[in-house]
Nanobody, 128 residues
Framework: QVQLQESGPGLVKSSQTLSLTCTVSGGSITTSYYGWSWIRQSPGKGLEWMGV???????YYSPSQYSRTSISRDTSKNQFSLQLRSVTPEDTAVYYCAAKTTLESSRRSWSRLKYDYWGQGTQVTVSS
């Protein structure tokens, strides 16, 4: 059973970079056809897919977040990370890491929110 756990600071100042890490257990982030995504939910809004790093190391990002987002991984630690640059209070949200498998490794496929495994989520507040 794959388990995911988010970690990182709960408070970030405007204009700074938000950095979160997801630690994966019960499976390897290099297992074929798995994708490892970051998804967030802002107050009063629905889930928003931000991007993914696939099993082969390829990354795909939401067009709305592409310019500010980077997702990377550390295979030795079985972790993947999110960096969101130049944050504003509008980036305040609960951030989730999530995983699923698919034979179609594309932004369209990964952005569909039906994920099999989810972390519990971590609240990040951006102060002005």
């Amino acid at each position: 059973q794959v388990q995911l756990q988010e970690s990182g600071p709960g408070l970030v100042k405007s204009s700074q970079t938000l950095s979160l890490t997801c630690t994966v257990s019960g499976g390897s982030i290099t297992t074929s056809y798995y994708g490892w995504s970051w998804i967030r939910q802002s107050p009063g809004k629905g889930l928003e897919w931000m991007g993914v790093i696939a099993w082969d190391g390829k990354t795909y990002y939401s067009p709305s977040q592409y310019s500010r987002t980077s997702i990377s991984r550390d295979t030795s630690k079985n972790q993947f990370s999110l960096q969101l640059r130049s944050v504003t209070p509008e980036d305040t949200a609960v951030y989730y890491c999530a995983a699923k498998t698919t034979l179609e490794s594309s932004r369209r496929s990964w952005s569909r929110l039906k994920y099999d495994y989810w972390g519990q989520g971590t609240q990040v507040t951006v102060s002005s």
